[in-house]
């Protein structure tokens, strides 16, 4: 008989296929195969008729009752328990879904009575790790599931949770946080209400790692300050979107473990005063989505942070902040900033200083940012030797490449052993990117080479032109 790869090995190797068809594919070989696949594309949810045929002979009995006819695969048994899988669920998909297969509109007590069934099947006989609770007003009334039977044993596990503060009750966040102390993962949605119970369940929280914060309308100041005072310092990455609405930042100061900080916000430069002189030891990532802050108070933060750091991205920058870049910033790895067109010096600045430098994203016009030549010769003569991709937005005229370029990537071949990856987007509204025969055979012939590894460019709308 021949010999076949323990189940966990297997198990292993298929966690690596992230191709659907290939684990599909999987499935047919034989039953061994089948078994171990079967579990890990079960995770999530992959149809929800097959899903109603598991439910138990007392939950489709509840259906009959009600006048529920849902059409399955079989009327045998499934080969699989395949609810014991699942470990992602996902509101929406679960009601859309069963919306679609019982052919009901959102205030029929028909689909919530199927969700009812399902979700007791879910909390009997699934240890669940991802649970989205977004967006669902129109159900919550109607899923107590926290008090159905088994939720104990089901959510104990919880890794990753996700919901809408004004769409849930304070008595649910209450009952999550007497069953849920291991969230790792913690994304809230604020628009007019902050639940009272929020803090509950962010207070007993052991070991979470990464907070999400989006507030996506208006919330008072107090109830907020209130809330984030419950955050345990064991996060270490921190993501807030303020939007233009207010978010305060001075809870950041007390997560002293923070490794990534992402700040998306609209017209609050000022807001980061509080944090200038905070030393945070792990920083690695700093990344400002939208406006940057007040660049004496970023300058000062990097003073004291810069040196730890390995990716900064500034949706908005000036030539003091990306000095400050180089000054205080020698172990940067990646980075994503503005240069105009007469701040070449400054590009020169930061690979001369900031040697372990692989990648860097900007943007580039014909009249107002760095000219793409100028910033292809500074990479082809100054980048450090590990530096090998380059991400540019560009605005400008339809023709994105001029002549001549050839002797540029002579020049980065004859400097480096780096194969160079050049990704461009057009970020011009009005004008379609083109780029001329004579430069894609210039770009295929140094691919061949081995010069450039990926030449891709992609148009506002992410349509990609050439790959």
Same mark, same amino acid.
């Given at each position: 008989?021949?010999?076949?790869?323990? !189940?966990?090995?297997?198990?292993?190797?298929?966690? %690596?296929?992230?191709?659907?068809?290939?684990?599909?594919?999987?499935?047919?070989?034989?039953?061994?195969?089948?078994?171990?696949?079967?579990?890990?594309?079960?995770?999530?949810?992959?149809?929800?008729?097959?899903?109603?045929?598991?439910?138990?002979?007392?939950?489709?009995?509840?259906?009959?009752? /009600?006048?529920?006819?849902?059409?399955?695969?079989?009327?045998?048994?499934?080969?699989?328990?395949?609810?014991?899988?699942?470990?992602?669920?996902?509101?929406?998909?679960?009601?859309?879904?069963?919306?679609?297969?019982?052919? #009901?509109?959102?205030?029929?007590?028909?689909?919530?009575?199927?969700?009812?069934?399902?979700?007791?099947?879910?909390?009997?006989?699934?240890?669940? +790790?991802?649970?989205?609770?977004?967006?669902?007003?129109?159900?919550?009334?109607?899923?107590?599931? @926290?008090?159905?039977?088994?939720?104990?044993?089901?959510?104990?596990?919880?890794?990753?949770?996700?919901?809408?503060?004004?769409?849930?009750?304070?008595?649910?966040?209450?009952?999550?946080?007497?069953?849920?102390? /291991?969230?790792?993962?913690?994304?809230?949605?604020?628009?007019?209400?902050?639940?009272?119970?929020?803090?509950?369940?962010?207070?007993?929280?052991?070991?979470?790692? @990464?907070?999400?914060?989006?507030?996506?309308?208006?919330?008072?100041?107090?109830?907020?300050?209130?809330?984030?005072? +419950?955050?345990?310092?064991?996060?270490?990455?921190?993501?807030?979107?303020?939007?233009? %609405?207010?978010?305060?930042?001075?809870?950041?100061?007390?997560?002293?473990?923070?490794?990534?900080?992402?700040?998306?916000?609209?017209?609050?430069?000022?807001?980061?005063?509080?944090? #200038?002189? !905070?030393?945070?030891?792990? *920083? $690695?990532?700093? $990344?400002?989505?939208?406006?940057?802050?007040?660049?004496?108070?970023?300058?000062?933060?990097?003073?004291?942070?810069?040196?730890?750091? +390995?990716?900064?991205?500034?949706?908005?920058?000036?030539?003091?902040? /990306?000095?400050?870049?180089?000054?205080?910033?020698?172990?940067?790895?990646?980075?994503?900033?503005?240069?105009?067109?007469?701040?070449?010096?400054?590009?020169?600045?930061?690979?001369?200083?900031? #040697?372990?430098?692989?990648?860097?994203?900007?943007?580039?016009?014909? %009249?107002?940012?760095?000219?793409?030549?100028?910033?292809?010769?500074?990479?082809?003569?100054?980048?450090?030797?590990?530096?090998?991709?380059?991400?540019?937005?560009?605005?400008? %005229?339809?023709?994105?490449?001029?002549?001549?370029?050839?002797?540029?990537?002579?020049?980065?071949? /004859?400097?480096? #052993?780096?194969?160079?990856?050049?990704? !461009?987007?057009?970020?011009?509204?009005?004008?379609? *990117?083109?780029?001329?025969?004579?430069?894609?055979?210039?770009?295929?012939?140094?691919?061949?080479?081995?010069?450039?590894?990926?030449?891709?460019?992609?148009?506002?709308?992410? !349509?990609?032109?050439?790959?």
């Amino acid at each position: 008989m021949p010999s076949q790869l323990p !189940v966990d090995c297997l198990n292993e190797i298929f966690e %690596y296929l992230d191709d659907r068809v290939d684990l599909h594919s999987c499935l047919l070989v034989n039953h061994f195969w089948c078994e171990v696949s079967v579990q890990i594309l079960w995770k999530s949810i992959q149809n929800y008729n097959t899903l109603i045929a598991c439910l138990s002979d007392e939950s489709k009995q509840v259906l009959h009752m /009600n006048e529920i006819i849902i059409s399955t695969p079989t009327s045998k048994h499934p080969l699989f328990n395949y609810v014991t899988f699942i470990k992602n669920l996902s509101m929406n998909d679960i009601f859309r879904n069963i919306l679609r297969i019982t052919f #009901q509109d959102f205030n029929n007590y028909k689909c919530i009575v199927v969700t009812q069934e399902i979700f007791k099947m879910f909390m009997n006989q699934t240890s669940l +790790k991802r649970l989205d609770y977004s967006s669902i007003s129109n159900y919550t009334t109607y899923l107590p599931f @926290t008090t159905y039977p088994g939720a104990m044993d089901c959510l104990r596990n919880l890794s990753e949770f996700k919901c809408n503060s004004d769409d849930l009750s304070s008595e649910f966040f209450y009952q999550l946080s007497q069953i849920c102390h /291991n969230i790792q993962s913690l994304t809230i949605t604020f628009e007019k209400v902050i639940s009272n119970g929020l803090a509950d369940l962010i207070s007993v929280q052991r070991n979470l790692k @990464t907070l999400n914060l989006f507030n996506s309308y208006y919330v008072t100041l107090t109830d907020l300050i209130s809330l984030l005072t +419950k955050l345990p310092d064991t996060v270490i990455k921190l993501y807030v979107y303020g939007g233009k %609405y207010y978010i305060p930042l001075s809870f950041i100061a007390k997560l002293s473990n923070l490794r990534e900080i992402v700040l998306s916000l609209y017209n609050h430069v000022e807001d980061f005063k509080i944090l #200038q002189h !905070v030393c945070f030891s792990q *920083l $690695e990532v700093l $990344e400002f989505t939208n406006y940057c802050p007040n660049h004496k108070y970023f300058i000062k933060f990097l003073e004291n942070n810069g040196k730890g750091l +390995k990716g900064i991205s500034l949706g908005n920058s000036n030539d003091s902040s /990306n000095l400050a870049i180089a000054k205080f910033c020698p172990n940067l790895k990646t980075l994503f900033t503005m240069f105009k067109d007469d701040e070449v010096d400054t590009l020169k600045m930061i690979f001369e200083n900031c #040697q372990r430098l692989e990648s860097i994203e900007v943007w580039c016009s014909d %009249y107002y940012y760095l000219d793409v030549r100028k910033l292809l010769e500074t990479i082809a003569k100054h980048s450090p030797r590990n530096f090998y991709k380059l991400k540019i937005h560009y605005i400008g %005229y339809s023709t994105l490449f001029l002549e001549k370029f050839e002797p540029i990537f002579i020049s980065w071949a /004859n400097r480096t #052993q780096n194969s160079l990856s050049l990704i !461009v987007t057009n970020k011009s509204f009005r004008n379609n *990117l083109e780029v001329r025969k004579e430069n894609i055979k210039a770009m295929e012939k140094f691919k061949k080479l081995g010069v450039i590894k990926r030449f891709e460019i992609v148009d506002i709308e992410k !349509v990609v032109i050439y790959r």
